[in-house]
Structures are given as C-alpha cells and as structure tokens.
C-alpha cells in the first residue's frame, strides 16, 4: 500500500523497541515490520537512536540528565 504512517504500528513498535511485547504481539510486530516499509525504516531510526543513546550516554551523561531521562522513561512504562 502507501507509506502512510500509521498510529497503531507506532505503539506497537515503541513496546517493541522496549521489549514489553508479549510473544504474540512480538510475533505481530516482527510480521508488520516485515510487510511496512514505513514502520522498518523507523524502527531501524529508532534501534540506532537508542544503541547510540546507551553506550554514549553510558560514558559522559551529566547525572542529572541520567536521572531526567529514568523519569521520562519510567512516566512511559507503567
Ligand atoms: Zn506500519
């Protein structure tokens, strides 16, 4: 179909990134990305994104931002 970016897969690839999936849902993600070219290429953005995120920001992460980014993070997950 289109390029169109859809909101559903949006969640579904942000639990993906997370690995909050249970493995159906895994399984739903894993085909939806195969059949998305939208949804791949975003979640190749993002998998980079957060790779680059944990092992630079592992380094030389101001504490403060640290602590910022572990609220941000645990506001997200329930
Ligand atoms: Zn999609």
């Avoid at 739903?28 to 957060?50: G, I, M, Q, T, V």
Wanted: charged share 30%.
């Amino acid at each position: 179909m289109s390029n169109a970016p859809c909101d559903k897969c949006e969640e579904l690839l942000q639990d993906y990134l997370d690995r909050q999936l249970s493995a159906p849902e895994m399984a739903e993600a894993e085909l939806h990305l195969d059949a998305c070219e939208y949804c791949r290429r975003r979640y190749r953005f993002e998998s980079n994104l957060r790779m680059y995120v944990r092992t630079s920001a592992a380094e030389r992460m101001p504490p403060g931002l640290m602590q910022k980014l572990s609220e941000l993070r645990s506001l997200g997950a329930p």
